[in-house]
């Protein structure tokens, strides 16, 4: 099966900001929440199983889009409407997020183990790992960050500006492959997913299993299978190269009971606008609390690099970039808010927050991967709960060291803190194993917090 992309049109064009929504429910129902707002945020996704609930969707959003426009006075009876008839309808057209369960972590590489030998001990229900796409370090030291409050917040925890992204690539597919697979790029356990362009189908070759010609466990499988809820909200459309190695079936086998299948991704959504992300990832999380599931999320923040790219990556106030870290900081705040005040959420959310490269050589790129500002990135983990800012590598000295400022890694030391950290450290707080065949952070001996006196 071939993951398509089709956006929907109104009569003036195409939509400003389509958002890709793929939920899996027992063959997968697709439904984007601001449908009854309008045609502003949805776009299609093509699955021959489903022609049928996309056809009733656009059908439905189209006539009483169209019909609004004829009765402009009373448009808001039309609109009352078509909510009447998604109620009514519900069988056919519902917001159903997956309710799933499993107990172990099996793999074609290895088996873990199963669920009841890993207790959850701590509080952490919900792991929110972000990737802000071309953030540079320097925007979260002062006194730059003094004007990003949320970015700030952040750093209240345990946090390093000196971490490092993959040592022989600083660009954005190959380097996300390492956050969540807890892999590197090159050698004998390498994942070896060099492009960073839109993949081609699954079946031409556009999955990690096949470019690698075995099976790339990530921390998807282990979470999916442990019966936690997942979901990717992607603002690049490569990103998809997950949802065709780890959605529908071409995830590992779920050799424990109840087997939970072979789809490791229960939503993936593609969107590049961060107030839509932001929405689907509280939305997803709230489902998954009320449904007393646990869950991770994996929220791609793209602005910076398209941003940089177009602009620079320009750290002088004013600049595009600058404005850009703004917006994010914007959307990190209301995120941070939501969780907060609610009841069922506060205290038992953890960010992992990093990047996949920063930027600046050349100056509207990053490609370099020997250019310190292009392979340096942050890396923090944030739980807001009796936290203190800690520096990770202060508290990480027998398993880590800080590189100089110019080195990618100091030779015959221990290896620095890099973005593929990130698959084990989500799984360290959600008290999971670590990812089958991984090689960074594999003993998840990477401490995120001080550690409690005895």
């Known amino acids: 099966m071939a993951w398509k992309r089709?956006?929907?049109?109104?009569?003036?064009?195409?939509?400003?900001?389509p958002v890709f929504v793929a939920c899996n429910d027992d063959g997968f129902l697709f439904f984007q929440a601001s449908l009854l707002m309008g045609l502003e945020h949805i776009s299609q996704y093509d699955l021959d199983n489903s022609d049928l609930h996309l056809c009733f969707i656009y059908f439905a959003v189209r006539t009483t889009h169209s019909m609004s426009q004829q009765f402009k006075n009373n448009s808001k009876y039309v609109w009352l409407l078509l909510a009447s008839l998604v109620m009514a309808g519900s069988g056919i057209f519902t917001v159903n997020w997956p309710v799933q369960s499993s107990a172990s972590n099996t793999t074609t590489e290895s088996t873990a183990p199963t669920k009841s030998a890993l207790p959850n001990t701590n509080t952490i229900d919900h792991v929110i790992l972000i990737s802000v796409d071309g953030l540079r370090p320097e925007a979260l030291l002062p006194p730059i960050v003094d004007q990003y409050p949320a970015m700030q917040q952040l750093t209240q925890g345990a946090w390093t500006a000196q971490a490092?992204?993959?040592?022989d690539s600083?660009?954005?597919?190959?380097?996300?492959?390492?956050?969540?697979?807890?892999?590197?790029?090159?050698?004998?356990?390498?994942?070896?997913?060099?492009s960073n362009s839109d993949p081609p189908s699954r079946k031409m070759g556009g999955s990690l299993h096949l470019k690698a010609d075995r099976y790339i466990s990530s921390v998807f499988d282990v979470a999916h299978d442990a019966g936690m809820q997942t979901a990717m909200i992607a603002g690049k459309w490569k990103f998809v190269l997950f949802g065709q190695s780890y959605g529908e079936d071409a995830g590992g086998p779920d050799g424990v009971a109840p087997n939970d299948g072979q789809n490791k991704i229960d939503c993936f959504i593609h969107s590049s606008d961060l107030m839509t992300q932001v929405e689907q990832l509280v939305a997803f999380i709230n489902v998954a609390s009320q449904n007393q599931k646990r869950s991770f999320t994996f929220l791609h923040l793209a602005l910076p690099d398209f941003t940089g790219?177009?602009?620079?990556?320009?750290?002088?106030?004013?600049?595009?970039?600058?404005?850009?870290?703004?917006?994010?900081?914007?959307?990190?705040?209301?995120?941070?808010?939501?969780?907060?005040?609610?009841?069922?959420?506060?205290?038992?959310?953890?960010?992992v927050l990093t990047s996949d490269h920063g930027g600046g050589v050349p100056f509207t790129s990053h490609t370099d991967p020997e250019a310190p500002i292009n392979f340096t990135i942050p890396f923090m983990v944030w739980s807001g709960v009796n936290q203190k800012p800690v520096d990770l590598y202060l508290i990480n000295k027998v398993s880590r060291h800080c590189p100089g400022a110019n080195e990618r890694?100091?030779?015959?030391?221990?290896?620095?803190?890099?973005?593929?950290?990130?698959?084990?450290?989500?799984?360290?707080?959600?008290?999971?194993?670590?990812?089958?065949?991984?090689?960074?952070?594999?003993?998840?001996?990477?401490?995120?917090?001080?550690?409690?006196?005895?």
């Open 170 to 194: 600083s660009i954005t597919l190959p380097n996300h492959v390492d956050m969540l697979t807890g892999r590197l790029l090159v050698g004998e356990h390498g994942h070896g997913w060099v």
């Open 309 to 351: 790219h177009g602009a620079g990556w320009d750290l002088n106030e004013g600049s595009s970039y600058r404005k850009s870290l703004q917006r994010i900081d914007q959307e990190l705040a209301s995120l941070l808010s939501k969780i907060q005040q609610s009841q069922s959420l506060a205290g038992r959310v953890a960010i």
């Open 164 to 167: 490092r992204c993959d040592p």
């Open 6 to 17: 089709r956006s929907v049109r109104s009569r003036s064009g195409p939509l400003r900001h």
């Open 409 to 454: 890694f100091t030779p015959n030391q221990l290896p620095p803190i890099r973005n593929a950290d990130a698959a084990n450290v989500c799984l360290t707080l959600l008290g999971l194993p670590p990812v089958p065949g991984s090689t960074v952070n594999a003993r998840q001996e990477l401490l995120v917090a001080l550690p409690q006196p005895k």
